[in-house]
């Protein structure tokens, strides 16, 4: 896949408390966060949508201003390993890591700045006074739509699994349609079902917790969904968002009814299909997590791209 560029134009400043305070994120800041990083690549990490959905137990999710880049706080109780602080932006990056640094070592803590995207280490000065590890747990999966539609471009076992699909179940079995989630009864629809907990569907308890967020504020978030139904009965779903590169959708959840076999198969092929229909050009799948079953299951749909993060810390650390 061609490199994709992105414009790393100047932000609005001052939306935020400036660092080291902190500003709580809340629905009503989405306008002002999402200006803020518009002209960076559509990672899921930094967006609003995740951060409001993953990062946000106790309402925890805080952001600030350092030299106008964001630093974003990633916290989780119980999982103080994947938990800290990240720096976004392209202003002054090695002065603002020092900064941070500082600021952890003035608290007895270990200097280290986490989840950085690739991006943003490429505006580094001096390498030579960081070390950076790459969170491979945490890259995010590109894939060129075309990996998934039209069927005569897919590989050749792709393709019979959805032929194999659509010699059980004919077209005019299959519907594929959106939900209006401000409808209590089309959230229980998505959330209240009896799907076995297996393939994508095997998730912890955190997912749900999201699930049900998104689900339940989908307009506030910004969230499109897409459903597959078979002779009317619903047996798969995903949740979606266009960030402001409308080449790219973020996959933000996806559930899948195991009944009828190759289900999954037909659904990523027909989903693919409407988003090909709408312009979009790539699809993030957001990160495994460092699940073997979700990292080979990514790995098997042949990503084109990533997008990357790094741990970074001081030499001598």
Same mark, same amino acid.
Do not use: M
């Given at each position: 896949m061609a490199t994709i560029k992105h414009s790393l134009d100047d932000k609005p400043a001052g939306a935020f408390k400036t660092f080291p305070e902190f500003s709580k994120l809340t629905f009503a800041d989405k306008e002002t966060y999402e200006a803020l990083i518009?002209?960076? @690549?559509?990672?899921?990490?930094? %967006?609003?949508?995740? $951060?409001?959905?993953?990062? +946000?137990?106790?309402? &925890?999710?805080? !952001?600030?201003?350092?030299?106008?880049?964001?630093?974003?706080?990633?916290?989780? @109780?119980?999982?103080?390993?994947? %938990?800290?602080?990240? $720096?976004?932006?392209?202003? +002054?990056?090695?002065? &603002?890591?020092? !900064?941070?640094?500082?600021?952890?070592?003035?608290?007895?803590e270990k200097p280290r700045v986490i989840r950085v995207p690739e991006f943003v280490l490429s505006q580094v000065q001096y390498p030579e006074l960081f070390v950076s590890k790459e969170e491979r747990e945490f890259g995010?999966?590109?894939?060129?739509?075309?990996?998934?539609?039209?069927?005569?471009?897919?590989?050749?076992?792709?393709?019979?699994?959805?032929?194999?699909?659509?010699?059980?179940?004919?077209?005019?079995?299959?519907?594929?349609?959106?939900?209006?989630?401000?409808?209590?009864?089309?959230?229980?629809?998505?959330?209240?079902?009896d799907w076995p907990r297996t393939g994508i569907n095997k998730i912890a308890r955190v997912e749900d917790e999201a699930i049900e967020t998104s689900i339940e504020h989908a307009s506030l978030l910004g969230l499109e969904n897409l459903c597959l139904y078979v002779d009317g009965v619903l047996r798969g779903y995903c949740l979606y968002y266009h960030p402001a590169d409308k080449r790219y959708i973020i996959f933000k959840h996806a559930k899948v009814d195991y009944e009828i076999p190759r289900t999954l198969d037909y659904m990523i092929y027909a989903f693919a299909a409407r988003y090909a229909d709408k312009g979009v050009t790539y699809v993030n799948l957001d990160s495994d997590l460092g699940l073997p079953f979700l990292r080979m299951f990514k790995l098997a749909l042949g990503p084109s791209n990533f997008f990357r993060k790094y741990t970074v810390e001081p030499v001598g650390r």
């Open positions: 518009a002209q960076y @690549p559509p990672i899921a990490s930094i %967006s609003f949508t995740d $951060l409001i959905t993953w990062w +946000n137990p106790l309402n &925890s999710c805080a !952001v600030s201003e350092l030299n106008g880049n964001l630093v974003i706080s990633y916290w989780l @109780p119980g999982a103080e390993q994947q %938990s800290g602080l990240s $720096l976004l932006g392209t202003h +002054n990056i090695d002065e &603002s890591l020092c !900064v941070l640094f500082d600021y952890f070592s003035q608290r007895n995010e999966y590109v894939y060129d739509i075309s990996k998934f539609y039209p069927l005569n471009h897919l590989i050749s076992y792709r393709r019979h699994r959805v032929r194999k699909f659509l010699s059980q179940i004919s077209e005019d079995r299959i519907t594929i349609k959106s939900l209006d989630l401000s409808s209590y009864n089309n959230q229980r629809l998505l959330l209240e079902n």
